[in-house]
Nanobody, 119 residues
Framework: QVQLAESGGGSVQSGGSLRLSCAAS?????MLWVRQAPGKEREAVAT???????SYADSVKGRFTFSRDNTTNTLYLEMNTLTPEDTAMYYC????????????????WGQGTQVTVSP
């Protein structure tokens, strides 16, 4: 079992930045940030594989950065140059499998934190 708790969401205007945090009870092989917006398909925006390092969805590549603090089991998602298309509920997620096998459907989820980007 993995317990996850996200924080740091809020409202920001287009072009702004936010930094999300995720406190994890333990680090698994695959850690992810997944977002869900009404009317849109669930999207894993960033993944961190223990053996391979971070990777990003094309929609956020170059704007989002996934990092971790190993001393506190805390994950971060720095989001820059935000647009209204980034508006969604953002979830920290985890899975004991390799990220190659998770494919955006991890076994463990946090409660989510809302990000709203205004024009």
């Amino acid at each position: 079992q993995v317990q996850l708790a996200e924080s740091g969401g809020g409202s920001v205007q287009s072009g702004g930045s936010l930094r999300l945090s995720c406190a994890a009870s333990r680090i698994t092989l695959c850690m992810l940030w997944v977002r869900q917006a009404p009317g849109k398909e669930r999207e894993a925006v960033a993944t961190l594989d223990y053996n391979r390092g971070p990777s990003y969805a094309d929609s956020v590549k170059g704007r989002f950065t996934f990092s971790r603090d190993n001393t506190t089991n805390t994950l971060y998602l720095e989001m820059n140059t935000l647009t209204p298309e980034d508006t969604a509920m953002y979830y920290c997620a985890a899975d004991a499998r390799s990220c190659r096998l998770v494919r955006g459907a991890p076994n463990y989820w946090g409660q989510g934190t809302q990000v709203t980007v205004s024009p």
